[in-house]
């Protein structure tokens, strides 16, 4: 067993963030504070083969595993704590993975490409106002009519929505085709958003990741070429599990990015802040605090980093079940967005007064890394859900 990366991922590593380094970090905190990526970063990232690693080479990605994807997020979201900037690359890396793997050949030459050179967005909308976690309780509806394919309904609190209306871009869109087979009736489809007069664009505010808008999309009447359908008819659930599984592992890999970098800021700190006449990392209450978390958090990357490995194994190999990885994707998406939230909070409050100012910085992280606890890919409880239903049986599932 062999813990240490290949020398290909670690010279991706080194790339990576010596690209995050100069091109983010110097910008993260105007992205935090003009709510917006700058757009120039994204052509980099682009250029830098960062955007749609996982999409084929002849789309314009670089073919890359899920281990290399998992790096690259936790690099992007030790540059931007924030999380903004991570949140449009993971998207776009789990989801293209999808289209790429599903969708039609005409979509994906026409789609992918303006992903992979940064000059539009993919995203996923599936939550809905009545609840994002019951994927089988979509209301949202497609049907085939002529040739085409017909959407009505809305989808709530979706990542990217201004971007993809002012750029260009779209969804992975998560659609009820079969209304009476429950989760065996629903569909995937890509919707192309920019200029579409039957879908309206609304934007809502966040406590966190402020560079990426987030917002509700509203379908009426929305008609798309049949090379938009995403794989077969009435297997869409099936899909958008596995898509859950791709995003979850990057979005805990940006966690453990996130909260890395912050831990080694904290760290540096507790060495020079100094009260009663000596160093505050000389007490043994900041200590043990720092160890723990030390700890907690290489705990919460190997989880991610197995996760990664088995979504790497099975794809190339059909080496293991679902149930296997849907287990360890669910533990690591468990462990690491809290592990996170506790590491900002504890060196936030090693900091002081000036822990809690914008100046610092750290704020960032915290309401960054918050969105993943309460409900984005997944809530905390589904995940336990997930985990159970794999060691009982799905006897005992609740759902």
Known sequence: MDFSFSEEEELFRKSARSFCENNIVPRSREIDDRASIPREIIGQMGAAGLLGLTVSERYGGKGAGFMKAAIAAEEIARADTSMAVAVYQLVEAGWGFILDRYGTEDARQEILPQVTNGKSFLGIASTEAHGGSDIAGTATTMIKRGGSLLINGSKSYISGVSEAAKYGGGYVTIVKTGPALGHKGLSLCYLPVKDNPAVTVSASRQMGREGISNGFLQFKEVELPERYLIGEWNKGFYYAMEGFNCARVLVSAACIGAAEKILETGIEFIKKRKVFGTAIGRFEG??????????KL????????????LLDRHYNENSFSHGEINKAVAAAKLTAPPTAFEVIKDVMMWHGA??????????????????????????????????????????????
Do not use: C
């Open 286 to 295: 900041i200590q043990f605090q720092m160890s723990e978390h030390y700890a």
């Open 354 to 399: 000036y822990g809690y100012t914008k100046e610092a910085g750290l704020e960032r992280g915290l309401r960054g890394v918050t969105s993943y606890m309460v409900g984005a890919e997944g809530t905390m409880n589904i995940m336990k859900i997930i985990i159970a239903k794999e060691l009982l049986g799905k006897d005992f599932s609740p759902l």
């Open 298 to 309: 290489e705990s919460a990357r190997l989880l991610v980093h197995k996760a990664a490995w």
